[in-house]
Structure formats: C-alpha cells, structure tokens
C-alpha cells in the first residue's frame, strides 16, 4: 500500500508545485524579481531611551508590523528611504487606538533620499500606532510600528553639598536601578562639623523629608532624588561661666588662669586662692571639693566655686570697721586691646557709690568679658562701691573674616568632556590656590581654558582673588567622517555631475556631531548657503538653492566641528544648456552611481576644439566599479577611459558605475529572480515522474 502511495505523493506534490510557481510568475511582485517593497526601499526606526541607548530596526517588507517598547522619557525615530520617487509619505499615529492625525507629511518625495521623522512619546502604559504610509497615483502601500510606554526601571540621584565638605561618592548626578541601596558619606572640612541630611525628591521644589543624622547614611532607590549634605562652621565653641566667691568675705580674694570667667567648652582653668592678712587658705568648695591649691577643674558647664579661708589666732575673726572710701582700679587684657569709659571717674569712691564701666575694643579686637572683681560678660556694667574693686576688661583678636570666593567651569562644547576641582568644592576663601584638570570625553581631546583663564597646559592652577568663571575648551580628537548629496546624489569629494533642475537640495551627513556647514557656489551665479539641523538632528544638515543661470557651477562644502574644519566636497556641477565659443566644443561630464569621471587630455579641460581628441577615464568609488559610458559616448566600450573626437557645440558624457557583486549575492539574485520558474520545472518534473512510476510497474 505504501509503495502504490509514491507515484500519488509525487504527482499530488508536484501539481502543488506547479500551481503555486503559476501563481507567482502571475504575481507583480516576483514579476519584478521578489521585491519586497513597490516604491519603500527600507523603513529604519531608531527607538531612542532615557538613558541614551538606541536601538534600531530595519522593516524591509511590504505590510509588515514591528511591535515595541519604549521607556517612557524616549524617543522614536525613522529614516524612510525611496527606491522609486512618490506623490507623498504621511505618518499617521493613532494613540490608546484613537487617530490622532498625520504628524508628518512629505510630499513630492524623490528616491534615494532619506527623509527623517521624530515622534515623543509621553505618559506610561500607552499603545502608539505609526503607520508609514507611501502614496503615489493609482497605488499606495504601509508598515506599521506598534509600541507601548514602559516606565523606567532606574532612579537619578543627584548628591549636593552645602558649607564646608564633601560627599562620597562625590557631588555630582548618578543613575541606579531601582530596589539598589546606596551608601553616602559626609566628609567635612578642617573647621566644620556635620549638620545633617536634606532631601528632595522627584526634583519638586522644598525639603520633603529629613534623612537620618547618622553618617554614612544608607538610601533605597525607589524613585529620582536630589540628596544635599549640610555643614557648619561655628564661630566659636560653646561658651561656660565660672562664678568664683570668697568665705568669709575679705578674708582673700582668687586669681583664675586664664582670666575671664567665660570660656570655650573644654577649657583648662586654674583656681589660686590667696588668703588675706591673718588669714590661711582652708578649702574648695561648690563645683570642687578639695584642701588643694591651686585647684584645675575643666569647663564642660557652667561651675560655681568657693574658696573657704579661716582666720589665725582665734576662733572667729574680729568684724572689721568698714572704711568710708574705696579704690577702683581697671586694666586691659591684653595691653592695647581697647580701653574702659569710668562714670564717675575718679578711681576713689565714697562707700556704696554705683560706677558704670564701658569696654570698647580698638579695630581689629573684640570684648570677651569682666574679671576681677566683676565676672560677667555684659558691656557696660555697673559695680557697688563696697569694698576696694580692681576689674579686668578681657578682650580676644577677632581679624575680620576672609572674603569667599566662587569658582564656576563650565564645558564647551557641552558633553565634550569634564572638570575637576582640588581641593572640590567651587567655593573658596580669598588666597585659596585651586587645580583644574580637563578630562576629555571619547573622541575629544583638550584645547584651552577660557574665561578667568587663558591657557593652553593641563592641569591648570588659578589663585582665588576673586569670583572665576573659567571655560574649559576640547575639540574633537580626530575630523568627524561626512558624506555630501546634491538632490539625493552622493558626491564623492572631487566628482562632475549634470543637473537638469534648477533647484538644488544640499544635505551632509555626519558621524558626529557638527557646529556648522556652508555651501559656496561660484561660476555662472555665487553664493554661500548655511546648512541648518533637519528635524532638529545636529548630524544631518541641509539647505535649498535655486538658479536661473544655465552654465558651469563649482559646489564646495565645508564642514565646521569643535576644533576645526573639512574641505567634505568640491562637486563640477553641469547645469541646462552649455555652450562653447565658436569652433569648441563644451564637454559635460556626469555619473550614475558612485564614482568621477575626468578629462585626462586635454588635462581638466572641459571646452577642447572642435574635432580634437579628447580622452577621459572613469574612477569607481570603494566598493563600486566602471558599468558603461553613457550620453554622447553611449556604447563605445566597457574599459574605464574613452579617447573620441569632440563634435558640436557640446557633449554630455555619463559615466555610469554599479555595485561590485559577490558570488553569493549572484547566486542569491538568480535564485530569487527565478525561483517561480524553478517551482514549475519542479513540479513539472515530479508529476512526470510519478506518472513514470505509475505507468512501469502497473499502479
């Protein structure tokens, strides 16, 4: 039973065969050798994401539907390159399934032009639909790229500081994963002390929480930060009081080392009692507790301390008669520090006089406090007259404070490289010698510093005598790789073409980034065309010119980028109708495909006389090689030079050049072009077979 199937199995496969080859030579599409698109040659689409990732698709097939994602934040980009020109390109988006209209529309669009379409997508969970559509008359066809918005799935953190110090990891803008933990260090400088943490987040306006005081602190990424460390710098420490009293009163008085009686958290103060005439030192007592003297004790807060005096020879002392006038005495510590206003002046008082004492520190000092007699820090104070006084007026140096100073750098061109600061920070105080060190991006190199600075050395150190502002200048390492069209043409940089309109569309291409192009023409009109961004792409430029004037043109185009400027093409450019002097004949030279072509004798001539011999030679581009001569010369030979005599007026001479094809791309085009004929000559040959088979053993 099987074997009696084999006959059936091949005539039924071959009869499918056959029908289906049929059908594809019917098919306008293989008609035309399997061409995937009628007029579309290729569909790019670049899919731009927040982080400056491009990922970029191809759609070489007519109806076809590309599905996506995009982080929301990106962007979408298409070049929509022709084969065969069209009445108009439209880009139709629909958003959510609802059509939101044409948001590009191209008309009278050429072949071999790339036209370059932009869209931003906005929100998150969004489907958009862009269909490119071709339209030409009496025919019309589409691809359609789907894709949805996807939130992004990383945080940007932004590190700040505030006063004196630094972070670690440095101030600056960093990108983490979502669910990461980071850990950020408070460094502060000599003389400042850590206040705290502020945060900001989703870059909205005001503090939104006030992160742990701990330090280092850790931060779980859950969203876009702006994370700022706080310093001080105290103007002094904290401030203590020690009150110093005498029991009984007049039996001897204490000296304090320092003086003053106010003092820094910390400080060191000695206490020496001294007893008076009939009288001996007995003991500390209040905030100290002990028979020794002189006693230390350190200021950690305010103290209070008494020193206990007993008087010699008898139990108790007398009680002395009080004396009916006292003497004031007031000095300055240090000497030269500033002076004491006394009112009453005098220096003696009658007993219970009130005596106002004013401290006023020359320029440059500052009052600290009362000693002697008097421990207190108010200014003026005012003393009872009971007893003999003697006051001290205690003052501290207190320069004025050091100007400070901010150091701005900025970047030119911006993204070009980076700088950094030692000791970092951009502020400074007055005298402060800060290095700069230009670090340059890939494909840069530095150039100069500019601003507060002219120089040309690496790293660079400026003194802060001032606010700077300082630029640091890099240009490209290497000349950025261009390519020049001239109505959709690509021109090689010394090439002749002929153009039969009089509007001329200029676009230059480039590998990177450019500060600039120009067009300058001269020959039967001059003039100088600025190429600007197309759709905003810095690396795609172009510009539109019209004539009048048939004739001879020369078409140059310079490209300007940080750091100098390429010579990208200098194009012979054959416009209208060209005619020589008499008894001459004017030659013009165009090509088809990508090469030049030139007079090699007479050399560079291009009006020779008339019914002399002229010889010109074809040069292919990489990549390319010589076809045929076309124009006036059309037919005389497939070597790449032509010798022929020069006749009438004028000559066109076309040079026309192909793609230089491998074996396997032969191979694959004559497959291609004849696979509808070899499914016949197959499905032929199996029904035959099979009827073979079924005729000689009888099935």
């Known amino acids: 039973m099987a074997e009696r199937g084999v006959p059936w199995f091949l005539k039924a496969s071959g009869a ?44 070489r097939m007519s109806g076809a539907v590309f599905n996506g994602q995009v982080r929301d934040g990106g962007s979408v980009g298409f070049n929509i390159l022709l084969k065969e020109s069209v009445d108009e390109i439209q880009i139709r988006e629909y958003i959510d399934g609802a059509y939101q209209g044409i948001v590009e529309k191209i008309p009278d ?72 933990t980071i850990t950020i260090e408070a460094i502060p400088y000599s003389g400042y002390a850590f206040s705290g943490w502020e945060a900001f987040r989703d870059w909205g306006g005001g503090i939104v929480s006030k992160m742990p005081f701990s330090n280092p602190v850790n931060l779980t990424v859950d969203g876009d930060y702006r994370i700022r460390a706080t310093f001080f710098n105290p103007s002094c420490p904290p401030q203590w009081t020690l009150t110093v009293s005498v029991n009984p ?33 007995k003991s500390w007592s209040g905030s100290v507790d002990t028979t020794s003297n002189p006693v230390t004790i350190t200021m950690y807060g305010n103290r209070g301390a008494i020193a206990n005096f007993e008087y010699l020879g008898a139990p108790s002392p007398p009680s002395p008669t009080p004396p009916s006038q006292y003497t004031l005495s007031v000095s300055i510590n240090p000497p030269g520090s500033g002076s004491v206003f006394v009112s009453p002046s005098g220096g003696v008082y009658d007993a219970g006089t009130q ?87 890939s494909g840069y190199r530095f150039k100069s510093w500019s601003g507060s600075i002219s120089a040309t050395s690496n790293p660079v150190t400026v003194a802060m005598d001032g606010d700077k502002q300082v630029t640091a200048n890099f240009e490209y390492a ?60 810095p690396t795609q430029l172009g510009g539109v010119w019209s004539t009048a004037k048939e004739g001879r043109y020369t078409v140059t185009c310079t490209a300007y980028y940080p750091g100098g400027e390429i010579t990208v093409a200098s194009v012979e450019i054959t416009y209208g109708q060209v005619t020589a002097p008499p008894r001459y004949t004017a030659l013009v ?49 497939r070597e790449p030079y032509l010798s022929f005599m020069a006749s009438g ?8 050049f192909e793609r230089e094809v491998g074996m396997e791309e032969v191979a694959w085009s004559f497959v291609r072009s004849h696979f509808p004929w070899m499914l016949v000559a197959l499905g032929v040959a199996m029904l035959i077979g099979g009827e073979f088979l079924e005729r000689r053993r009888g099935w």
């Open 16 to 59: 499918a065969l056959l029908a289906l080859g049929l059908v594809l030579l019917s098919a306008p599409a293989f008609a035309k050798g399997l061409v995937p698109f009628q007029k579309i040659d290729v569909v790019e689409c670049g899919y731009t994401q927040p982080d400056g990732s491009i990922r970029v698709v191809e759609v």
């Open 109 to 180: 669009a050429k072949k071999g032009i790339r036209y370059p379409c932009v869209v931003y997508p906005t929100g998150v969970g969004r489907t958009y639909e862009l269909d490119i559509v071709a339209l030409w008359k009496g025919g019309g066809e589409m691809c359609t790229f789907n894709f949805t918005t996807v939130a992004s799935d990383f945080g940007i953190v932004e590190i700040s500081t505030s006063g004196g110090g630094e972070t670690n990891p440095p101030a600056g803008i960093y990108k983490y994963g979502k669910g990461n």
């Open 249 to 281: 009163p007049d039996s001897g008085f204490v000296s304090l080392s320092p003086p003053g009686g106010t003092y820094a958290n910390g400080t060191q103060v000695t206490l020496t009692a001294t007893p008076a005439s009939g009288w001996r030192f």
């Open 355 to 441: 005596v106002t004492l004013v401290a006023t520190p020359d320029v440059g000092w500052r009052f600290v406090s009362w000693s002697g007699s008097v421990n207190t820090t108010e200014n003026p104070v005012t003393i009872a007259m009971d007893g003999n006084k003697s006051v001290v007026a205690n003052f501290e140096y207190s320069p004025p404070p050091l100007p400070q100073y901010t150091l701005s750098v900025s970047i030119n061109p911006p993204g070009s490289g980076s700088v950094s600061l030692s000791p970092s920070g951009g502020t400074y105080t007055a005298g402060a010698q800060v290095t700069l060190t230009a670090n340059p991006a």
């Open 478 to 537: 290497s000349a950025p790789s261009c390519t020049f069209y001239i109505n959709g043409r690509e021109v090689n940089p010394t090439t002749s073409l002929f153009l039969d309109t009089s509007t001329w569309r200029f676009l230059l291409k480039a590998d990177r980034e450019l500060s600039g192009a120009t067009v300058t023409i001269s020959g039967a009109a001059t003039a100088a065309i600025y190429l600007s961004p197309e759709y905003g792409i």
């Open 589 to 637: 030279l165009d090509v088809v495909g990508k090469g030049s072509v030139s007079v090699t004798e007479p050399c560079g001539k291009t009006e020779v006389p008339e019914h002399s011999i002229v010889r010109v030679q074809a040069f292919p581009a990489p990549g390319w090689r010589f076809k045929a001569w076309g124009g006036d010369v059309a037919g005389r030979g």
């Open 649 to 656: 007026s004028s000559m066109t001479i076309v040079a026309e």
